[in-house]
């Protein structure tokens, strides 16, 4: 038996600006769809397309997409239902971060307005649930893309999702608006939510996210660990709402800067951080350019001032990889 499985080829299902495909990482893998189908067609073919990747794994046969895949495992990972679905397919923002990696197409543009993402999502997830092609008991739902407090469907999402027993789900946030989806998630233990606030200072936060909204960003931060708190099937739910400092050159990559942050989540309740170097930006800038000194100082620094003030630290993973390369 060759490298023939991998967990996602099988298991998630990933929906993107462009297109709809399988694979959640960047070497794409198959495309099922660029949305030209009606809902209904679109959930039919997505579980044609299942049906056959499980015969042509029974007969030891790998998608043309995945030939040149690394990832791919001689474990057999197969399973007959979706367990991971990623929402990852808008742009829209209500925040104008000079790093993100969808100026692209946004041109740095931002609004409050809320708008459809893609409607046709909703009606494709619900007819795959019609269709058993879900896990009713093993499902994680990531959502990325824009902004989630201006994306009109999210709400009803979040209720599907709960309505077929999700198992949990992740999402990133400006933490602009306060999202009530976000705190029935926490309320009922199947959510985490990240917000990048990248400093603990309104003047910074300003320059960086080209929004005056710090202060409404920390008191939504603060509303979220309420709400998590509520839960009483997990005493650590707190740590589901997590403030995140990403690495910005000229900005905000001074240890002053960094203890600042640290003690203002502190004082808005926070009991989990994450610590992560830019690579968004860089991906535009960078390539194979050494990784600067004040990432490995910084990242040090977190990881002994969380211990002191009682904050639980997560290192971004992909931070880490690209940190023990020494290049990005
Ligand atoms: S391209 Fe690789 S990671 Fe993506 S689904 Fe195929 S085998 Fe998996
Ligand atoms: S919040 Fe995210 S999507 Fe919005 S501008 Fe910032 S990086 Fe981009």
């Not at 027993?165 to 029935?184: A, D, H, M, Q, W």
Request: net charge positive; with cysteine.
């Amino acid at each position: 038996m060759g490298n023939i499985y991998c967990k996602f080829l099988t298991n998630c299902l990933s929906f993107h600006q462009k297109n709809v495909r399988f694979c959640t990482t960047l070497q794409l893998g198959e495309i099922v769809s660029v949305y030209q189908e009606n809902p209904k067609e679109l959930a039919d073919k997505i579980c044609e397309l299942r049906r056959q990747i499980k015969d042509n794994l029974l007969s030891n046969i790998v998608p043309k997409g995945c030939q040149n895949c690394i990832y791919r495992s001689s474990e057999k990972t197969y399973n007959d239902k979706i367990q991971r679905i990623d929402l990852y397919y808008w742009y829209h923002c209500n925040c104008g971060c000079f790093y993100c990696s969808y100026r692209d197409e946004t041109k740095g543009e931002f609004s409050d307005k809320i708008i459809y993402g893609n409607s046709k999502i909703y009606q494709i997830i619900k007819e795959l649930y019609k269709l058993n092609q879900i896990d009713l008991n093993n499902l994680y739902v990531n959502v990325g893309g824009g902004d989630i407090g201006v994306l009109k469907e999210f709400p009803k999402l979040v209720d599907l999702f709960l309505k077929h027993n999700l198992n949990f789900s992740t999402c990133e946030s400006s933490g602009i608006r306060y999202l009530k989806p976000v705190e029935k998630l926490l309320k009922k233990g199947k959510g985490a939510i990240t917000v990048a606030v990248c400093t603990g200072n309104r003047d910074i936060y300003k320059k960086i996210k080209r929004r005056d909204k710090y202060l409404q960003v920390m008191k939504n931060l603060k509303r979220y660990v309420l709400a998590a708190k509520k839960y009483k099937g997990n005493i650590h739910n707190a740590d589901n709402v997590v403030s995140k400092y990403i690495i910005l050159k000229g900005f905000n990559d001074n240890i002053e800067e960094v203890e600042k942050w640290l003690l203002e989540s502190k004082k808005y309740g926070l009991t989990c951080v994450e610590i992560s170097m830019e690579f968004c930006w860089g991906i535009h800038t960078k390539k194979g350019q050494k990784i600067e000194n004040y990432n490995y100082e910084i990242f040090d620094y977190v990881e002994k001032r969380t211990k002191e003030l009682g904050l639980l630290l997560k290192k971004n993973t992909t931070s880490i990889e690209l940190m023990q390369q020494g290049t990005y």
